[in-house]
C-alpha cells in the first residue's frame, strides 16, 4: 500500500503561551502520540480484535501490513489544537473500500 499526502496546514497549538515544559499531555493514547513527530501526519491500522501501533505517514509512506483492518490517519497534535488548511491523501497499492 502506498500512502501520499500533499498540501500544508496552519498548526496553531490552542494552548498560549507555553513553559519550557512544552506541551502537557492529557492521554498521550488519544492526544499526542509520543516517539512520533508533532504536526505530522500519522496513521493506525485498526483490525478487528484491536488497535495496531500508529506509525509515521508524513508526505508518504510505503508499506505492507501485517493484518487487515481500517486505516484511521490524523495530524498529531495536542489537545485543543485548531488547525486550518488542507491535506490531500490519495492511497493506492491492494486497497478494499470500507
Partial sequence: MRIKAEGTYKFDSGSGNLTAAGFIEKDPGQDLIMGLPC???VGVIVGEAKS???FLVGEGLE?????????MLRVNA????KNSGKI????SGFVQPK
Fill in 52 to 54: 495496531g501501533k500508529p
Fill in 39 to 41: 504536526g505530522a501526519l
Fill in 88 to 91: 490531500k491523501v490519495s492511497i
Fill in 63 to 71: 508499506l505492507t501490513p501485517k493484518e487487515t483492518g481500517l486505516l
Fill in 78 to 81: 495536542p489537545p485543543g489544537n
